[in-house]
């Protein structure tokens, strides 16, 4: 059970629930008003969506639902009821990355890595429906992702390879 469903309602108020994560059904048993940051985490056992300011503004927490950059913090579970929503664990594997995560690590693009999560998710988003952006665009997609180490040139280019290595490489 959530923790947010064990502490904010009653028994009755928690229902089953059944979402798509990464491709899988997936079913919890939780109040429809839990943040669904806290299911990805608590119940799930999904590491990449950060708690971050829990008030949806830092970025830390994006997951992508039916492809668009969502705030998983302030977006209630039930949100995610008949939608594919999708974690940085649902993107590749360690033997075979997804093209926008290996760019990241091939341009060095955190240091602390706290703000990785939103970047990748809002860089997918972003090249999902724009496979060539310009420096204007990146910076426009991920405006509301905060990196407060300040490695806001090398997140612009590893965007930017990640553009190169969708365009030139098979999928996977």
């Known amino acids: ?3 947010h469903a064990a502490s904010s309602g009653s028994a009755s108020d928690v229902e089953p629930l059944v979402i798509t994560v990464n491709g899988r059904t997936l079913a919890v048993e ?15 056992e999904l590491n990449g969506p950060k708690y971050g300011c829990g008030l949806g503004q830092c970025g830390a927490c994006t997951v992508l639902m039916d492809g668009g950059p969502t ?10 009821l008949g939608r594919d929503t999708l974690t940085l664990e649902g993107l590749g594997t360690l033997d075979a990355l997804h093209p926008v995560q290996r760019a990241f690590i091939d341009e060095q693009a955190a240091q602390c890595g706290y703000c990785l999560n939103g970047m990748i998710m809002s860089a997918k988003a972003l090249l999902d429906r724009n496979p060539e952006p310009d420096d204007a665009a990146i910076r426009q997609a991920l405006r509301f992702n905060f990196c407060r180490c300040g490695t806001h040139l090398e997140i612009v280019n590893a965007v930017k390879r990640a553009a190169h290595y969708l365009k030139t490489e098979p999928p996977r």
């Open 1 to 3: 059970m959530s923790l």
């Open 30 to 44: 939780a109040t429809r008003d839990t943040p669904l940051l806290y299911v990805l985490r608590n119940d799930f």
């Open 71 to 80: 705030r998983s913090c302030v977006v209630p579970v039930a949100a995610a």
